[in-house]
């Protein structure tokens, strides 16, 4: 079983930036992706990347936000431009599609000033 342990999470004011880490515990060889769960709102897939780093993005998050991976070192990252306070969430990585047993705790992001 995967373990993925996120990490990057802050606070930032409207307008700011964040990259966020995942760290896998060990290879993973399909598609990725960056989830968020905001209060009271359902996960919702907000990046993909293959594993030869196709890309595809959520229409709330294109062209501020931007995932990358490295396959060598088992890690997945969101570079996070230009936030704004409805980015506010608990951020996780997973497959995609998503293996409910990869879970990991997330990293909060909270866009406020």
């Known amino acids: 079983q995967v373990q993925f342990v996120e990490s990057g999470g802050g606070l930032v004011q409207p307008g700011g930036s964040l990259r966020l880490s995942c760290a896998a515990s060990?290879?993973?060889?399909?598609?990725l992706g960056w989830y968020r769960q905001a209060p009271g709102k359902q996960r919702e897939l907000v990046a993909a990347?293959?594993?030869?780093?196709?890309?595809n993005y959520a229409d709330s998050v294109k062209g501020r936000f931007t995932i990358s991976r490295d396959n060598a070192k088992n890690m997945v990252y969101l570079q996070m431009n230009s936030l704004k306070p409805e980015d506010t969430a608990v951020y996780y990585c997973?497959?995609?599609?998503?293996?409910?047993?990869?879970w990991g705790r997330g990293t909060q992001v909270t866009v406020s000033s």
């Open positions: 990347i293959t594993r030869r780093s196709s890309t």
């Open positions: 997973n497959t995609n599609p998503t293996m409910p047993g990869y």
């Open positions: 060990s290879a993973i060889f399909s598609a």
